[in-house]
T-cell receptor, first 118, second 112 residues
Framework: AQKITQTQPGMFVQEKEAVTLDCTYDTSDPSYGLFWYKQPSSGEMIFLIYQGSYDQQNATEGRYSLNFQKARKSANLVISASQLGDSAMYFC???????????????FGKGTKLSVIP | NAGVTQTPKFQVLKTGQSMTLQCAQDMNHEYMSWYRQDPGMGLRLIHYSVGAGITDQGEVPNGYNVSRSTTEDFPLRLLSAAPSQTSVYFCASSYVANTEAFFGQGTRLTVV
């Protein structure tokens, strides 16, 4: 079973509109962290936002917010007021104590390609 | 502020050749990792280290070796390159377990 599932291979959004990128996860560890990264066409991985499993409030960082629904095991990224520079691949990732792939290492979803239309 | 530095940025190898991808970080991070990124696959963990002298295998370790003699450096060695190792390789580091990982710029490797 996939640890991180991103069901939207590609999405389009109009400039200045908000967009939600979906992420669901699978873990039995009570302590875990959820991350979103942005990968523009230039290739670098840029950290956007983090949510800890014990955090009571949804994380926010500027135009980015994380809609954390623990019971549903979802951690959707919301980008408000989309800009042309938001066009990129977006990856959801999780750290848990032991993922099978490595202790406290990041497990990534397959990504969502976001295209912002002028 | 250099962060995580990977070299080289691009490399072409012939099947059977060996090489080392270099990774260095100047943030005194204990955790370092190597990932490979293939189209439609996201990033997959190759090897990781939780401190100098300590390494372990990730999801896709076959064909790769690592060592961690210092906190700063975490080289990835391809023992005998195969076309299946054509990929983009990322090195990452983080301070402790549940903090964000900082990534290098990536190395695009082609094995012919």
């Amino acid at each position: 079973a996939q640890k991180i599932t991103q069901t939207q291979p590609g999405m389009f959004v109009q400039e200045k509109e908000a967009v939600t990128l979906d992420c669901t996860y699978d873990t039995s560890d009570p302590s875990y962290g959820l991350f979103w990264y942005k990968q523009p066409s230039s290739g670098e991985m840029i950290f956007l936002i983090y949510q800890g499993s014990y955090d009571q409030q949804n994380a926010t960082e500027g135009r980015y917010s994380l809609n954390f629904q623990k019971a549903r095991k979802s951690a959707n990224l919301v980008i408000s007021a989309s800009q042309l520079g938001d066009s990129a691949m977006y990856f959801c990732a999780m750290r848990e104590a032991y993922s099978g792939a490595g202790s406290y290492q990041l497990t990534f979803g397959k990504g969502t390609k976001l295209s912002v239309i002028p | 502020n250099a962060g995580v530095t990977q070299t080289p940025k691009f490399q072409v190898l012939k099947t059977g050749q060996s090489m080392t991808l270099q990774c260095a970080q100047d943030m005194n991070h204990e955790y370092m990792s190597w990932y490979r990124q293939d189209p439609g696959m996201g990033l997959r963990l190759i090897h990781y280290s939780v401190g100098a002298g300590i390494t372990d295998q990730g999801e896709v370790p076959n064909g790769y070796n690592v060592s961690r003699s210092t906190t700063e450096d975490f080289p990835l060695r391809l023992l005998s390159a195969a076309p299946s190792q054509t990929s983009v390789y990322f090195c990452a580091s983080s301070y402790v377990a549940n903090t964000e990982a900082f990534f290098g710029q990536g190395t695009r490797l082609t094995v012919v």
